[in-house]
């Protein structure tokens, strides 16, 4: 073999190896406080007793170089099949306070994404504080039939204003799993990185449960906030009863003030060096054959 085609062979190797290795790469993922991890677990409190099933218990996302995974786990004597006439919501910030975000503050303008995929006939009464400059994207996740249920999502952006869906997937695409208690009680969707291009490598986040009827429907529980989102009888992942002071409502305005955090994982600077000596392998193979 002539010294042309060993120095091609190299090129082509280290080349395919590389970019083979880059997407691997970066499907690891860190959680808010910046150390490796994936799952985010929360207390999802302010769930009345008949919608028990549907809480959410913890929330997987990772990423790679194309793509953003998202896994909501409901508590584990759920079942999303069954007692899955419920929507959920996904509501994302840049964090800054000049966001720009949506800081609408009543139960008829807020959450206006579900307005816009719906074409003006659903509000979700959610919405994220001012401090963190509003709700800038919304992943909906939603479901329109009867038992045994199936799951469609969209993804819709804040800008200039108003709300625009820039991604809209019909019902069964979101994956039904079993989790931790053996029932099916994990939705999980692929989002792309492409979709949430205006939040920046990091942002914040919350995963909501809301009702799938059509008007002023709010958050019953979710993953971040430390309490009740509202007063009455809730449930702290499917446990005992518990009460908090209030009206349990469900038109009640829901501000989140309390959010995780997820920062993108990058490539490792020795994938990136791959990535490198690939193409300046390629481009002296180039110049040789010239």
């Known amino acids: 073999m002539n010294i042309r085609k060993q120095i091609k062979g190299l090129a082509v190797g280290l080349a395919a190896l590389a970019y083979a290795v880059y997407p691997a790469m970066c499907a690891d993922t860190i959680n808010q406080t910046g150390i490796s991890g994936f799952t985010y677990t929360g207390n999802d409190t302010g769930q009345g007793s008949a919608n028990k099933g549907r809480q959410i218990n913890s929330a997987t996302i990772a990423n790679d170089a194309n793509n953003l995974y998202i896994s909501i786990a409901l508590q584990p004597q759920g079942n999303a099949t069954s007692q899955g006439g419920f929507d959920y919501a996904m509501v994302m910030t840049s964090g800054s306070p000049s966001a720009g975000g949506d800081t609408s503050a009543n139960g008829t303008t807020l959450g206006n994404a579900f307005n816009a995929w719906s074409g003006g006939s659903q509000t979700r009464a959610i919405s994220i504080d001012s401090g963190f400059g509003g709700m800038t994207d919304m992943i909906g996740i939603y479901t329109s039939g009867s038992s045994p249920y199936t799951f469609g999502w969209f993804d819709a952006v804040f800008s200039g204003g108003s709300w625009t869906v820039v ?124």
Do not use: C, H, W
């Open 167 to 290: 991604e809209n997937q019909p019902e069964g695409t979101v994956t039904i799993g079993n989790g931790s208690g053996g029932n099916p009680t994990v939705l999980t969707l692929t989002v792309p990185l492409s979709d949430l291009s205006n939040l920046g490598s990091t942002f914040d986040f919350d995963v909501a449960s809301t009702g799938d009827s059509d008007l002023g429907q709010t958050a019953y529980g979710d993953l971040a906030a430390p309490g009740a989102l509202q007063g009455g009888t809730y449930y702290v992942n499917g446990g005992t009863a518990q009460t908090a002071s209030g009206t349990y409502s469900a038109t009640a305005q829901v501000n989140l003030t309390t959010l995780d955090q997820y920062t993108e994982a990058v490539p490792e600077p020795a994938t990136l060096a791959l990535v490198g000596l690939g193409g300046l392998s390629l481009m002296l193979f180039r110049r040789q054959r010239k």
